[in-house]
């Protein structure tokens, strides 16, 4: 009877210790107890209004979850000049300093290679965002994300909005009456995926749409206003009064024509496009320098990246909370705008 009272005790000590072994360690790896974070940014350029806009959106989005949570957010955010060196040295120092997560908006997108073997050795996850690295890189582990927008879909809406114009009045779009729509064009950065998406498919929209297209010429200005300002001055000189149309991968470079055409004392109604919707562009948009833009929905980006980067860093299941394609890809929504369709 003895023996028997002893060994129970004994089994139930046991069940009790291995419960609370497990209930010990189960603590320990729970996350949750973090108080605070630590989560590093590093932007291309920060200079790039639309980059500038999507980092104001995300300290807003840090500063809301502190106060929702009083879990501390330290979020440091470096500027990488344009120079791929500058941005694996923050990468490097965010990686040393043991943050949470880091996300990064590539300078080079083709050498991701770096900033992924540097982070996987640290076992700190990586969003990055706007400046796709090439899928190769991206498939090289599962705590890896991309956050940015479908080209195409940025494009055929932008398109539309011109093929919308010219079916209510040919006129609007073709000034001369010769029966053709002249345009112009201002790309982005050739190295950067988006620019030939937009490009192809803003032209192909327009085409299909029955809008009788000729094209005078197009170039290069990096997204930039003044770069797309010293083109479209050239342009103006060279081509005058037959431009009709200019169709921009990004609102700076559409504000920059519109600054030219200004300079040039040009008063027709030549139409320009761009896309982006950031509140510069919004701005030209009402003052009606630029008659149209697809807008990205900031909000949404800037909290995709926030939040995969904070459910990534508590070791959550970043894949209950956002809807990632292939575990991997985010697309934001965007919304064509004209002045008369602005909310
Ligand atoms: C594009 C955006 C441009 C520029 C570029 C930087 O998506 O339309 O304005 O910000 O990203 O990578």
Known sequence: MKKRYVLEVTAAALILAAAGFWYLGREERLPQEKQSLRIGVALYRGDDPFINNIRSKLEEKAKEYEKATGIKIVLEVEDSKDNQNTQNSQVDRFLSLGYDAICVNMVDRSVASYVINKAMDADIPVVFFNREPVEEDMNRWERLYYV????????????????????????????????????????????????????????????????????????????????????????????????EVVICNNDEMALGAADALERAGNTRAVKIVGIDGTPQGIEGLKAGKIYGTVQCDSEEYAEVIFETAVAEALGQNVQEKIEFQNGKYYQCRQVALTADTLP
């Open 148 to 243: 940015g927008e479908d080209a195409k879909e940025s494009a055929v809406l932008q398109g539309n909005i011109l093929v919308e114009a010219y079916k209510e009045d040919e006129g609007s779009l073709d000034l001369n009456g010769d029966g053709k729509v002249s345009y112009v064009l201002l790309e982005g950065e050739s190295s950067h995926q988006d620019s030939l998406i937009r490009t192809e498919w803003s032209v192909q929209t327009l085409k299909d749409g029955g809008v009788p297209l000729e094209r005078l010429t197009g170039g290069i200005a990096n997204w930039d206003r003044s770069q797309a300002s010293a083109l479209m001055e050239q342009w103006e000189e060279q081509f005058g009064d037959s431009i």
